[in-house]
């Protein structure tokens, strides 16, 4: 099977879809801020209710960006590192999960009271099962975790996805039938979840990984046939604002018990988001160039560290505050949100961002120098073989 035909490289505009996505998911709990005694959390308040599709937003691109890199690591290389490949993620990801875990079972353990629920619940975080444990009914306490689900449903997926498609790639004929078989297998996601919702209750639905790998996977989808198909059609840009404004239009009016998301809503919403990422990355539009505005970058860039943090603090603040206005206390729930989210990022998040790029240049440089002396090795066709002695044609040992 061919390499990638067009590489990524960095699209600022992916940043901007970022902040998109994170500015939904905090709309919606600020609304829950609105109400006295309503935590965030899924019951969705009264502004911007269906904010949580952001998180299907989020999904999309990270199967698109993940699925890309491996396929272009795979073409460098002959194969995908593993190793690297979760060692990478861990730098990404860990780091800031810790300044989490740590920091809401200090405010728990303050507390008093429900500190063992919660470790339970910090184990489940750690080893990327929330989901699950949320699924099974196992108490966790309440305070600053339950948001975690949807990372342990992109953990599980890229644990999984490396090795799948490795497998697919070897297996199938034509990347045509690698396409065709995301598809399938999201499809089928979908089916799933339809039938999960009607069995066990649309919270079961909305959380497993079986049921909500259909956005991953048509983020992957997308991957291979931009990679390896050469998919990348220039009026796909003209569909970046409306697609863009269907999952706003949606994220405002929709309600998360609503029977039609389980029943292909979900699903339609990938489709969506993957034909935003599509136009995204393909030729430039107002739209795309207001997408890659610095602004809308930077609030991208810290998009991971914010879907974090701000959940326990406005979870903190509307226990605290119950008192006071809903407008004091989404104030101060953004304020305080604000300085953690930033302090985090600069002082936790960039510096282990900083190693995992020193390390990944590191790789290069080395791949790069063996590449070299490999071809310095190799006869020349039809001539004398070359020099075989590295030190003596590099100055290298």
């Known amino acids: 099977m061919r390499s990638p035909s067009i590489r990524l490289g960095h699209q600022p505009a992916l940043d901007g879809l970022r902040a998109v996505a994170i500015v939904l998911v905090v709309l919606e709990h600020t609304g829950d801020l ?8 899924f019951s969705g308040g009264p502004f911007m209710p269906g904010g949580f599709l952001g ?6 691109l990270s199967g698109f960006l993940i699925t890309t890199l491996l396929l272009e690591e795979r073409a460098d290389r002959g194969r995908v590192g593993l190793l690297a490949f979760y060692e990478r993620r861990a730098l990404r990801l860990l780091p800031a999960l810790g300044v989490l875990l740590v920091s809401t ?20 975080a750690a080893a990327y099962v929330s989901n699950w444990l949320l ?9 600053g975790l339950g948001h975690l689900w949807s990372l342990a449903v992109e953990e599980q997926f890229y644990l999984a996805w490396p090795i799948l498609l490795t497998v697919v790639l070897f297996v199938a004929r034509t990347p045509r039938s690698v396409v065709a078989a995301c598809v399938v297998i999201a499809v089928l996601a979908a089916v799933q979840r339809s039938r999960v919702a009607d069995s066990a209750g649309v919270l079961d639905a909305y ?15 997308l991957a291979v046939a931009r990679s390896l198909c050469g998919f990348a059609p220039r009026w796909s840009r003209h569909l970046v604002l409306p697609g863009l404004c269907v999952i706003v239009t949606l994220a405002a009016t929709t309600a998360f018990t609503d ?72 104030g101060f ?60 044609r590099t100055g290298r040992p």
């Open 34 to 41: 609105l109400i006295a005694d309503d935590p965030p959390g």
């Open 55 to 60: 998180v299907d937003l989020f999904f999309v």
């Open 105 to 124: 079972t200090v405010w728990v353990a303050a507390a008093g009271d429900g500190l063992r629920n919660h470790l339970r619940g910090v184990a489940g």
């Open 135 to 143: 699924s099974a009914s196992v108490d966790t306490g309440d305070f």
């Open 207 to 221: 959380v497993r990984t079986d049921t909500r790998a259909d956005g991953l996977l048509i983020g992957g989808a």
């Open 259 to 330: 029977a039609w998301l389980y029943d292909g809503g979900f699903f339609v919403v990938a489709v969506v988001s993957g034909t935003v990422v599509c136009g995204a990355i393909t030729g430039t539009s107002r739209t795309t160039r207001v997408l890659a505005s610095r602004p809308l970058q930077r609030v991208g860039s810290y998009s991971y560290t914010a879907y974090l943090l701000h959940f326990p603090v406005f979870q903190a603040v509307g226990d605290r505050l119950s008192d006071a206005g809903p407008w004091a206390r989404i």
């Open 333 to 392: 729930a953004w304020a305080i949100s604000l300085v953690a989210i930033t302090a985090c990022h600069r002082w936790v998040e960039q510096p282990f961002l900083d190693l995992k790029e020193r390390r990944s240049d590191a790789r290069s440089r080395s791949r790069s120098r063996h590449a070299q002396l490999e071809r310095e090795l190799v006869p020349e066709q039809g001539g004398p073989a070359r020099d075989a002695d590295p030190i003596d």
